[in-house]
Each structure stands twice: as structure tokens, then as C-alpha cells.
């Protein structure tokens, strides 16, 4: 959304009531929150007749959609469900820390998948233009956030996960932490060691059917 559209939405949003009077800076707050919450402060200046109006809004924050993790790191969970993240992690996450992560049960993997919060809510906003009135959507979104929680990194730079959803990965005491774009999958090791575990022969084949669109051997469709 460009800054002129921005402008245009939120007017319209607050309709004519804008030119009577000077909104308290809190309800406009109140009143944008519905453009999401990867947000900063700035200050805008309307002149309306004899009268200047000085509005606290907020501009989206597009820098942090295009943190994308990388490195693979083997930690350790405590008997807590607590997992230090290695120093070189921590660095990734900084600047996105205060926000906030999501973390539930992978849909198809046996892993845990560890969402920063703005990247979750996108999820989410994709997920309810859905209809809410087919089945299959509405079940298939109650499988997909089964579990979910919201944690948190202390300052410490430890991960805590609660029991029962560390017990859903099958994690035990071994963790290896792995990048898929904008989010993280926490597996127990043993388990991440046989999902990579593969033939040259098997990657190669993967690799052709996902980047070169190459259908298997028999396959017609």
C-alpha cells in the first residue's frame, strides 16, 4: 500500500470526523490497528480551513519482511522445554525480538515450526480470506493451528517451550533448530537426521520434480 492509499484508507475510515476536530492521538492509534501490526510511529500535518491538526499514525514497517533465517544449530531442551539459542541465532532474531513468536505443530512434519509474530499474523490474514462457511476450510484450519502458543526469547537468549506442545514434536533432549524462510522448524535430532536422511539418487529426483517441475514416471496428469 502506497502512502497516498494509506492516507486515502485511514480518512475513510474515520470519515467526516476527522475535519471537525483533532482525534486524540489514541484513537487514531485504535483506529489504524486494523492495517496490521508491523507498524511504526510517524506525525502527520493536516491544514483544514483555519485549523492545523497534528496526527500520530503509524507507516508500515516493510523492513522486517524480508528476514529470512539461515544455518542449521543443534541445542539442547532442558528438562523445562527450555533451549538456548546459539549466539549466532540470537543475532538473527534481535531485531524482531520484542514482537514476540508462535510456535505450534508442523501440519505435515514431526517437528515444531517457530514463527516471528508479524510472520504468523500474515498467515493467519491469508488463511481468513478463506470462506468461513465451507467445512473443509474451517477444519483444515483448526488441524493447522492445533496447539498453537505464543512464546517468547527471554534475554538470556533461552527459548521456552511448554511441555505439551514440546511433546507433539517428539523433542527430547537433542534439538536441531533448521530455516525454512521466514520461519523455524525445532525437531529432536534423531528425527531431523532420518527426514534429510536420502539416496544421491533420491535428491536429485526431488530436486527435478520441485525446481524443474519434472513429473515422476508414469504420472500422465
Known sequence: ??????KNSLFQDLGAEWENYPIKSDEVQ??????????????????????????ELYKLNTTKLDIFFFGTFNCKADA????????????QVAPILKDGFFIKKSYLSECLELYPA??????????N?????????LQFIRMYTAGLRQVEVDSTGRLL?????ISLGGITKEVVIAPIGKRLEIWDKKAYDESINATKEEKVKLAKRVMLGEKPSGDVS
Open 129 to 137: 480470506e478463506k470462506s468461513r462457511f465451507d467445512e473443509e476450510n
Open 1 to 6: 500500500m502506497t502512502t497516498r492509499n494509506f
Open 161 to 165: 517451550i511448554p511441555k505439551d506442545i
Open 118 to 127: 508479524y510472520e504468523w499474523h500474515r498467515v493467519m490474514a491469508e488463511l
Open 30 to 55: 485504535k483506529r489504524v490497528q486494523k492495517w496490521g501490526n508491523l507498524l511504526t510511529k510517524w506525525f502527520l500535518v493536516v491544514k483544514c480551513g483555519n485549523n492545523i491538526y497534528i496526527f
Open 80 to 91: 523445562k522445554g527450555r533451549i538456548m539459542l546459539p549466539v549466532a541465532l540470537r543475532n
